[in-house]
């Protein structure tokens, strides 16, 4: 019995220093990589780069071919919409651009940016939604008294006595039935926030994965199907509240591809760009009034993609760097470690045990010398080697967290 609670104190052991080593490890010797900010310039045609660590470095991916840098002023000249108010400020904002003269109210009203990263995605939902008034005749939003979610049928509950509203269950469920909804519903994404211009609903997928627009107009229910293509699913739905009301969404389908759903007439708009998988990168879309440029930025890489705006493909520009365990604290921390325990994922907001095993078996060289290391120290004791073998095993799969356990919770200490 003693025996099997030291064997049980050495697995907690195990399990706590496979959590706690290697990240005090990567605190202390991971070198941080800081991507690039790369934007498309509309002025030049070309890539403006933003580099930083060791100071600052303005360039583009022209210049930088040729080792040349801009100053803060020239580089900002080449973004014009990004800084507009520094360059009115300075008395350098263009009135045309490509021989096209531009108005501030059409830069304003065009200008948006959206992100989106693993972490919103990967972490806890909710399952209650209000529905706002959408044309209530005031001028700022008001939080409804009750919240709806969408199970067998589309129900009201009234958040102050927890009760059912049968009639406004009734009535939005039923005309959900006849636009074809399947309940219950798989996804349901809106801006369920008073801090937006308007309010336009939900856009919601049912169980067969089509696609509704949902909203509430004088207390009565507003219900849109949206035609998709067959076989296209939606891995998340993003709803935006931009000034010029062009699109109520970014859609990213199970393909990784990127699609809007543009307003009042329900058109669904692929974008031209490839790999666009927000389960595993950041993904930050900049909008103006030339051009979109969507950035991904993930594990080891960065990419840009710009389109014009009738969506049209222009130019794109990818830069790469070692992923951690190429890099040589990597490296060392594969010899070191077998395994790493993490109740955090830099990819999701969820807490719990996550196992990664060791790519590479270099670890092994550590095990053996460890080994050999226990071997020594149990001749030094005069100690019986028969009596070590589970110790050993232990040793020799679990590596450096094994020789720590069964060293701090000796068998001697048992006798």
């Not at 997928?205 to 939606?234: C, G, R, W």
């Not at 830099?346 to 670890?363: D, M």
Request: glycine share 4%; net charge positive.
């Amino acid at each position: 019995m003693v025996k099997l609670s030291r064997y049980f104190l050495i697995i907690i052991a195990i399990i706590g220093f496979a959590t706690a080593i290697p990240k005090l490890y990567w605190m202390t010797f991971a070198k941080p990589i800081r991507s690039p900010f790369v934007m498309w310039s509309c002025v030049n045609n070309d890539f403006m780069i933003t580099r930083s660590g060791g100071g600052i470095k303005r360039t583009s991916r022209n210049l930088e071919k040729e080792g040349k840098t801009l100053t803060r002023n020239e580089y900002e000249q080449k973004l014009p919409f990004l800084f507009v108010r520094q360059l009115l400020m300075n008395g350098t904002m263009p009135d045309s651009i490509k021989g096209e003269e531009i108005d501030m109210h059409d830069i304003t009203a065009s200008r948006s940016t959206f992100r989106v990263r693993p972490k919103d995605i990967h972490a806890p939902q909710p399952t209650l939604f209000p529905l706002f008034e959408s044309q209530s005749g005031r001028a700022n939003l008001t939080m409804p008294k009750d919240f709806f979610r969408i199970t067998w049928r589309m129900e009201f509950i009234d958040a102050e006595t927890n009760s059912i509203d049968e009639e406004k269950s009734r009535m939005f469920s039923a005309v959900l039935y006849k636009r074809g909804f399947e309940f219950p519903a798989k996804s349901i994404d809106g801006l369920p926030t008073t801090r937006k211009s308007c309010d336009e609903g939900y856009l919601i997928t049912d169980s067969k994965n089509q696609l509704f627009h949902v909203k509430m107009i004088k207390a009565k229910p507003f219900v849109e199907k949206v035609n998709l293509p067959e076989n296209l699913k939606f891995k998340t739905i993003k709803c935006v509240d931009f000034k010029n009301k062009h699109y109520y969404a970014y859609l990213f389908s199970t393909d990784n591809e990127l699609y809007i759903l543009t307003q009042y007439d329900y058109q669904l708009v692929k974008f031209p760009v490839e790999n666009i998988n927000p389960d595993l990168t950041e993904i930050r879309i900049y909008s103006d009034l030339l051009n979109f440029n969507i950035i991904s930025t993930g594990n080891g890489f960065m990419k840009s993609d710009v389109l014009d705006r009738n969506y049209k493909f222009i130019d794109h520009y990818t830069e790469s760097w070692p992923v951690k365990d190429e890099r040589i604290e990597g490296k060392i921390a594969q010899f070191i470690f077998p395994a790493e325990i993490a109740i955090t994922d830099r990819n999701s907001k969820f807490i719990k045990f996550n196992l990664n095993p060791n790519k590479s078996f270099s670890w092994v060289i550590l095990s053996v010398i460890l080994l050999i290391v226990q071997f020594y120290i149990l001749t030094r004791r005069n100690e019986k080697l028969k009596k070590h073998i589970i110790d050993l095993v232990i040793i020799a799969i679990t590596g450096i967290f094994g020789f720590i356990a069964v060293n701090f919770f000796p068998n001697k200490f048992f006798d």
